[in-house]
């Protein structure tokens, strides 16, 4: 199974604005580029998400489900946690991508945190290298009104933004690899998120 944080990471978005038109210019929705970066540019903190999405692996397709959090104050960081059933057995994840590593924890397993340098890292500055921005339209969620926009990741994965248009949150990202599909649905913000790394003596060095 791929690992989750190398799809979860590419819809962490930031990235320069738009440029602006000029005098007399009509006012319209910003590009999409601009609405993908808008959480950075936002008074955004920190942010709760619920995940879901349906896998492919040997054994083959595997639903999941789980939740994570993204700190995007200095230094950024992310962590996030899922389970599913393969042959019968559930099966956990838990990855913390924080201080340019990431760490990730299975169970059933030995109990210890895996260490790794971070090449997509989750956080609120990992996206970059995206391409293929396009602007979708508007839509009334229940969490508010947002501007829903697409894009590539560097892989050239698909995902897709929808960032509310009052504050610049993220409301929800889905992302398209393969067989593998993913959505992130955001349903807290500022509630003064924490994330730490392992202690020194539960990790080992992948």
Not at 157 to 166: L, T, V
Request: aromatic share 8%; with cysteine; glycine share 12%.
């Amino acid at each position: 199974m791929p690992t989750l944080g190398r799809l979860v990471a590419p819809l962490i978005a930031t990235g320069l604005l738009a440029a602006c038109g000029g005098p007399g210019t009509p006012l319209g929705p910003p590009s999409a580029r601009d609405i993908l970066s808008k959480p950075n540019q936002s008074n955004l903190k920190d942010a709760h998400f619920l995940v879901s999405g349906r896998f492919t692996n040997q054994a083959g397709p595997v639903n999941l489900k789980g939740d994570g959090e993204l700190v995007y104050k200095a230094p950024g960081a992310g962590r996030f946690t899922f389970q599913t059933l393969v042959a019968g057995q559930t099966v956990s994840f838990e990855e913390i991508s924080i201080g340019g590593s990431d760490y990730t924890l299975t169970q059933p397993g030995n109990g210890k945190w895996v260490s790794n340098a971070s090449t997509s890292p989750l956080g609120p500055t990992s996206f970059s290298g995206a391409s293929d921005f396009k602007y979708v339209g508007e839509e009334n969620l229940s969490a508010g009104k947002a501007w829903h926009a697409k894009a590539k990741d560097k892989d050239g994965n698909a995902f897709d933004g929808w960032i509310r248009e009052s504050d610049g949150y993220p409301l929800k990202y889905t992302l398209i690899q393969q067989s593998n599909a993913l959505t992130l649905s955001f349903d807290k913000f500022n509630t003064g998120v924490t994330i730490k790394a392992p202690p020194a003596s539960q990790v080992v060095h992948g």
